[in-house]
């Protein structure tokens, strides 16, 4: 049976920590006001183009972009990169735009359709678009699109497990059309 005295001196103590320490019982005070750090973070993930859009920014906007996306993968997995980075010339049905493709072979054993499919989901939430995804057991493949000031940029990320070779990504990401001369 607790002592009266000891009571005593706990309540005490309780009365005195609350008094110099302020009221802040679980669930008493304000709830912290949300950050949107999540979505700075994100932001890298998509590329920004001005309208008019010149060759030389197009190429350090897309670039960048690229960099980014590649960065979703753990450099500790990423065996060799096959940069085919360009300025991709007009044809009579499209317009020139600098073109990003990167091949990235992975580790044996990295599951690059989990990385994929885990990539496209942040993208997603970075403000890209899914236009069309498919997938079977050897490889995972989704479009996805922009609306930047300039136009639309487009990405295309697929993944390959096909047996017999490492696992590897690609990453394919193209500007908007620069302007004609």
Request: proline share 7%.
């Amino acid at each position: 049976m607790p002592r009266p005295a000891a009571l005593a001196a706990v309540a005490l103590a309780l009365t005195v920590g609350l008094a110099l320490g302020g009221c802040d019982l679980v669930g008493s005070s304000a709830p912290p006001t949300p950050t949107n750090t999540a979505a700075s973070a994100l932001d890298a993930l998509v590329p920004s183009y001005p309208d008019p859009l010149s060759a030389a920014i197009a190429k350090k906007n897309t670039v960048r972009a690229a960099d980014a996306i590649q960065a979703l993968i753990a450099s500790t997995e990423i065996v060799h990169v096959d940069d085919q980075s360009k300025l991709v010339a007009a044809t009579s049905s499209t317009g020139s735009f600098y073109g990003v493709e990167r091949a990235i072979t992975t580790t044996t054993g990295f599951d690059a359709i989990l990385q994929a499919q885990a990539m496209e989901k942040l993208l997603v939430q970075a403000g890209w678009i899914s236009r069309n995804s498919t997938t079977n057991t050897a490889g995972y493949s989704v479009a996805l699109t922009v609306a930047t000031t300039a136009g639309a940029s487009v990405l295309l990320l697929q993944a390959d497990e096909a047996p017999g070779s490492p696992p590897a990504i690609l990453i394919e990401l193209e500007s908007p059309d620069l302007p004609k001369k």
